[in-house]
């Protein structure tokens, strides 16, 4: 039985692991997670014309006969094999862990699945199934000797920059130790060096920590509040200022997050019968002491129904920050849009009322 193999190594090398039928990416780092995806969907998928192959699920709506069916479906365009990702597939898989295990028994080899999952024990049944069969790709925080040599790493290989060992060090110590938000700093550092240039510690000291990053946190707050007015105000601060839009997405995601996977704590516990203290599930999710109360203001002004829309946009603004909407002007739009999703006035709850 095959150890988990940790998302570092994973996506490092990701032609020295062959993608099986069934994959597992599992953890609290939804960077890492997504990272994961999206070279499974590489490996597997070629081309533009892949996306005529790729289903995506969510795991609360999903059933195994849809995912199955798709699964044995070979496409007349894309690739020769489908792709079907479960998207937060925690109760996907507790729903139909038994089908699940007959089908890890005896997948189809036209397609790929991927179960996204925070939880995967490994005391269980499918988990040595997955473990004989598939692959299983652990998304944590790694160690801070990781974290440095992923980093410099990724600053070579998506960015083409070169990262000082010295500047990691300062990187690290200046900016919260989530690998998301590291990386939309990196890019932000990478732009300002120039096409393989050399990120020093210089550059990062002068563009790291500033009064930037307290406008950024007062700008989070805002939107968080619904006070979309202040928040747009803090974002033309930053903005004029020279900030990237995309450095401003990776610190607002950074908190945003831990709202999303509050959220998600709490429908688990709910699900399971129990009751959601929403404060313990607030520093579960990764929220400090200090900060508990405003926090919890916060998500109860964004509602469990945007709550649980926070993953996903998230993830549709950083794809099109990398894609179409990667030019300033139309990056600024993405998280405008952004902001006035989380504001009181769009808040879903409130316009049921009228």
């Given at each position: 039985?095959s150890?988990p193999?940790?998302?570092?190594?994973?996506?490092?090398?990701?032609a020295k692991?062959?993608?099986?039928?069934v994959?597992?990416?599992?953890?609290?780092e939804s960077?890492?997670?997504?990272?994961?995806?999206?070279t499974?969907?590489?490996?597997?998928?070629?081309?533009?014309?892949g996306?005529?192959?790729?289903?995506t699920?969510?795991g609360r709506?999903a059933?195994?006969r849809?995912?199955?069916?798709?699964?044995a479906t070979?496409?007349m365009?894309?690739?020769d094999r489908?792709?079907?990702?479960?998207d937060?597939?925690?109760?996907?898989?507790?729903?139909f862990r038994?089908?699940?295990?007959?089908y890890?028994?005896?997948?189809?080899?036209?397609g790929?699945?991927?179960?996204?999952?925070?939880?995967?024990?490994?005391?269980?049944?499918?988990?040595k199934?997955?473990a004989?069969?598939?692959?299983?790709?652990?998304?944590?925080?790694?160690?801070?000797a990781?974290?440095?040599?992923y980093?410099?790493?990724?600053?070579?290989?998506?960015?083409r920059?070169?990262?000082d060992?010295?500047a990691?060090d300062l990187l690290?110590?200046?900016?919260?130790?989530?690998?998301?938000?590291?990386?939309?700093?990196l890019?932000?550092?990478?732009?300002?060096?120039?096409?393989?240039?050399?990120i020093?510690?210089?550059?990062?000291s002068e563009?790291?920590?500033?009064?930037?990053t307290?406008t950024?946190?007062?700008?989070i707050?805002a939107?968080?509040?619904?006070?979309?007015?202040?928040?747009?105000d803090?974002?033309?601060?930053l903005?004029?200022?020279g900030?990237h839009?995309?450095a401003?997405?990776?610190?607002?995601a950074?908190?945003l997050?831990?709202?999303?996977k509050?959220?998600?704590?709490?429908?688990?516990?709910?699900?399971?019968?129990r009751?959601?203290?929403?404060?313990?599930?607030l520093?579960?999710a990764g929220f400090?002491r200090?900060v508990i109360d405003?926090?919890?203001?916060?998500l109860r002004q964004?509602?469990r129904?945007?709550?649980?829309q926070?993953y996903?946009?998230?993830?549709?603004?950083?794809?099109?920050?990398?894609?179409?909407s990667?030019s300033?002007?139309?990056a600024r739009?993405v998280?405008?849009?952004?902001?006035?999703?989380?504001s009181?006035?769009a808040d879903?709850?409130?316009?049921?009322?009228r």
């Amino acid at each position: 039985m095959s150890k988990p193999l940790p998302a570092i190594d994973y996506l490092n090398q990701p032609a020295k692991h062959p993608v099986p039928p069934v994959c597992v990416a599992f953890g609290d780092e939804s960077f890492f997670k997504r990272e994961v995806i999206r070279t499974l969907r590489e490996q597997v998928l070629d081309g533009d014309d892949g996306d005529f192959s790729l289903v995506t699920l969510s795991g609360r709506d999903a059933e195994p006969r849809d995912v199955f069916d798709q699964l044995a479906t070979v496409s007349m365009f894309g690739a020769d094999r489908r792709m079907v990702v479960i998207d937060q597939a925690d109760p996907f898989v507790s729903r139909f862990r038994s089908t699940l295990e007959d089908y890890v028994a005896q997948p189809k080899r036209t397609g790929v699945l991927v179960l996204e999952v925070t939880a995967w024990a490994s005391n269980t049944r499918l988990y040595k199934a997955v473990a004989a069969e598939g692959l299983q790709i652990q998304c944590k925080t790694p160690s801070p000797a990781q974290l440095l040599k992923y980093l410099t790493a990724r600053a070579r290989k998506v960015h083409r920059a070169k990262l000082d060992p010295a500047a990691a060090d300062l990187l690290v110590d200046l900016v919260e130790p989530e690998v998301g938000l590291l990386d939309q700093e990196l890019a932000r550092l990478a732009l300002l060096a120039g096409p393989d240039g050399e990120i020093t510690s210089q550059l990062v000291s002068e563009n790291v920590g500033s009064w930037r990053t307290q406008t950024t946190w007062e700008l989070i707050d805002a939107a968080a509040a619904g006070n979309a007015r202040d928040a747009l105000d803090q974002l033309d601060r930053l903005i004029l200022a020279g900030e990237h839009p995309i450095a401003i997405l990776g610190q607002m995601a950074s908190t945003l997050r831990r709202f999303a996977k509050a959220t998600r704590l709490v429908d688990q516990q709910e699900q399971t019968g129990r009751r959601a203290g929403l404060r313990a599930v607030l520093e579960q999710a990764g929220f400090k002491r200090f900060v508990i109360d405003k926090a919890e203001r916060q998500l109860r002004q964004i509602g469990r129904a945007r709550g649980q829309q926070l993953y996903r946009w998230l993830l549709e603004a950083d794809v099109a920050m990398k894609g179409e909407s990667s030019s300033p002007g139309r990056a600024r739009l993405v998280l405008e849009r952004l902001i006035v999703r989380l504001s009181t006035l769009a808040d879903p709850r409130r316009n049921a009322t009228r």
